[in-house]
């Protein structure tokens, strides 16, 4: 199944959704065809002209450029995503650090879907953090995979 995660690039979630057989939808395998496509000259500037438009499908032309563009990468995981989890008040470390209002309506987009959600509060000490990988794997086993 493909499950979709917040932030969407959480290495930590993608690993979990790896081990439990699923595959993970996350950012880092959008921004991987962009660094190696041929036709993108000087990654890390690997924006494209056509990408802040792509990004009108999850964004009004109101929003900022910046927000319209990051979409234009989050925007297809969302559309894919059969299931997803959502690590909410996670610390800038643990994944996206990009534009709030991105991360705000990425979530919204994910929670509008109606696919299978977990939510989860980012854990603050050990207890907790057993506790969060035992939600996330029962999650992802009802789900089915390995």
């Keep these: 199944m493909k499950i979709a995660m917040f932030p969407p690039n959480s290495l ?3 690993d979990l ?3 439990s057989g699923h595959e ?3 950012l880092q395998n959008q921004i991987k065809q962009k660094v190696i496509d041929p036709e993108i000259d000087s990654p890390p500037f ?3 002209e056509e990408d802040p ?3 009108l499908k999850y964004a009004a032309i109101e929003v900022p450029s ?3 563009g990051r979409m234009s990468l989050f925007g297809p995981l969302i559309d894919v995503a059969e299931a997803a989890i959502i690590m909410d008040e996670s610390p800038f ?3 996206c650090i990009g534009c709030a209002r991105s991360n705000e309506l990425s979530v919204f987009y994910l929670r509008k879907k109606g696919i299978p959600t977990l939510e989860l509060k980012y854990p603050t000490n ?3 953090t057993r506790d969060v990988v035992n939600k996330i794997t029962t999650f992802l086993k009802q789900l089915g995979g390995a």
């Design 12 to 14: 930590i979630l993608e």
């Design 17 to 19: 959704i790896e081990r």
């Design 24 to 26: 993970p939808l996350s």
């Design 46 to 48: 690997n924006m494209t």
């Design 53 to 55: 438009i792509k990004g």
């Design 66 to 68: 910046g927000v319209r």
């Design 93 to 95: 470390g643990f994944g």
């Design 126 to 128: 050990q207890d907790e």
